[in-house]
């Protein structure tokens, strides 16, 4: 069965970095993407950006793209996000999802969707 | 403030059909399709209707969607306690070139 893991919670204070690790199992990895949404206390779902794992394509929420890197490790199937510059509005909750693309056909849906890591900024 | 339109509270008792509605724009869901997702208290969002009307495997086809022009729908029927969730609808947009999201719909059974 598929399966997203995200790594553990994170307390950050305001300008540092925080990087989530998100581990995918039962499906052939590199055959799809990887999308990163976030929540924040309260709120509805945004999205960051999305990778894929075969060619590690990225593409980035235009409010974000300056303070994000996604990734991808293919050897142990596992995507990462990176947020940098973090402040105090970008805590919440960050997701990641598995992608099902097809661009031609204007399909792109998140399919499976990770446990959640929440992150917190405060000084 | 969310490009694609829902309102933010639903309700209704057991047994009713209830339908939540998301409106857009010509750059989302008038040239992409639409996606639901259904997100119950302290949990992850699970996928709920994929390409405007289509149902993964396992979610009852109690669930159903539709899409016409620049608006979609996600229709329950036979609402039961179970289904008291915020309800997500998202599109592709071509301006931004990113997914869009609704605001969401707290979907209340009374």
């Known amino acids: 069965q598929v399966q997203l893991v995200q790594s553990g919670a994170e307390l950050k204070k305001p300008g540092a970095s925080v990087k989530v690790s998100c581990r995918a199992s039962?499906?052939?990895?590199?055959?799809?993407?990887i999308a990163w949404v976030r929540q924040a206390p309260g709120q509805g779902l945004e999205w960051m950006g999305w990778?894929?794992?075969?060619?590690?394509?990225?593409n980035y929420a235009q409010k974000l793209q300056d303070r994000v890197t996604m990734t991808t490790d293919t050897s142990t199937t596992t995507a990462y996000m990176e947020l940098r510059s973090l402040r105090s509005d970008d805590t919440g909750v960050y997701f990641c999802?598995?992608?099902?693309?097809?661009?031609?056909?204007?399909?792109?849906?998140?399919?499976?969707w990770g446990q959640g890591t929440l992150v917190t900024v405060s000084s | 403030q969310s490009v694609l339109t829902q309102p933010p509270s639903a309700s209704g008792t057991p047994g009713q059909w209830v339908t939540i509605s998301c409106s857009g724009s010509?750059?989302?869901?008038?040239?992409?399709?639409v996606n639901w997702y259904q997100q119950l208290p302290g949990t992850a969002p699970k996928l709920l209707i994929y390409?405007?009307?289509e149902r993964p495997s396992g979610v009852p086809d109690r669930f159903s969607g539709s899409k016409s022009g620049t608006s979609a729908s996600l229709a329950i029927s036979g609402l039961q306690s179970e289904d008291e969730a915020e309800y997500y609808c998202?599109?592709?947009?071509?301006?931004?070139?990113?997914?869009?999201f609704g605001g969401g719909t707290k979907l209340t059974v009374l």
């Open positions: 999802a598995r992608v099902f693309n097809s661009p031609t056909s204007g399909w792109h849906y998140f399919e499976y």
């Open positions: 039962g499906y052939t990895f590199a055959t799809y993407g």
């Open positions: 990778i894929s794992a075969y060619s590690a394509y990225t």
């Open positions: 010509s750059s989302n869901i008038g040239s992409n399709t």
């Open positions: 390409i405007n009307d």
């Open positions: 998202a599109a592709w947009d071509d301006s931004l070139n990113g997914v869009i």
